[in-house]
């Protein structure tokens, strides 16, 4: 069974303050995935990497960035969190080829005050 | 612009009869459609996709059905039953790297 774990499942942070969201996956994926999902919008890609080091920018990469070091590992940083980034983070991943299946993580509700 | 739409926010059913749950797209070169169901305080999980090579697919009580000319797809749940409520998203992508996902519906079986 594929797992996505996410560092957390609620964080409170304040203003300014610098966030990371940890997401491991277990299955030697290639390819892995930050979303934000927010009510009336979806789901809406912030930014994905299809290998170690890589990274892409997706819809919404403003106020973003990531770090792929290890293929299992991705994380998505909040440089300087702002109160409009109060979301639902998903993570996900998927391999290379086969059905396009993604796999998500738990996600992790951020609140920022 | 919302190039994946659901236009339904909400469906509810009686239990045992279909759902039909849709969702609407524009980008011409999408190629690949997927639905993910989604239970709250859970991360989406997959459940039945379509390339664009078929109309239709078929796995036990699900099928999805695309209509490229029309740019439309849909999700049928025969017959629904209450661990069938949820969220449902559709999502598009073209050749596997970026997906987009629509709006979502909940959908409600009731008993």
């Known amino acids: 069974d594929v797992k996505v774990t996410q560092s957390s499942r609620y964080l409170v942070k304040r203003t300014g303050e610098k966030v990371f969201l940890e997401c491991v996956q277990d299955?030697?994926?290639?390819?892995m995935f930050w979303y934000r999902q927010d009510p009336g919008l979806g789901l809406r890609l912030i930014y994905f990497s299809y290998d170690v080091k890589m990274k892409e920018k997706g819809d919404i990469p403003e106020g973003y960035s990531v770090s792929r070091e290890k293929k299992e590992r991705f994380s998505l940083i909040l440089e300087s969190a702002s109160t409009n980034q109060t979301s639902m983070y998903l993570c996900?991943?998927?391999?290379?080829?086969?059905?396009?299946?993604?796999?998500f993580g738990p996600g992790t509700r951020l609140t920022v005050t | 612009d919302q190039q994946v739409k659901q236009n339904s926010p909400s469906l509810s059913v009686q239990e045992g009869r279909i759902s039909i749950l849709n969702c609407d797209y524009t980008?011409?070169?999408?190629?690949?459609f997927l639905w993910y169901k989604k239970y709250p305080a859970e991360g989406p999980t997959f459940l039945i996709s379509?390339?664009?090579?078929?109309d239709k697919n078929e796995d036990g009580r699900f099928t999805v059905f695309l209509n490229k000319s029309a740019k439309h797809l849909s999700l049928h749940i025969v017959p629904s039953q209450p661990g069938d409520s949820a969220v449902y998203f559709c999502?598009?992508?073209?050749?596997?790297?970026?997906?987009?996902f629509g709006t979502g519906t909940s959908l409600t079986v009731i008993p």
């Open positions: 980008n011409s070169m999408f190629d690949y």
């Open positions: 379509i390339s664009s090579i078929k």
């Open positions: 999502a598009a992508s073209d050749h596997g790297n970026q997906f987009y």
């Open positions: 299955m030697d994926h290639e390819n």
């Open positions: 996900a991943s998927r391999q290379t080829g086969g059905t396009y299946e993604q796999y």
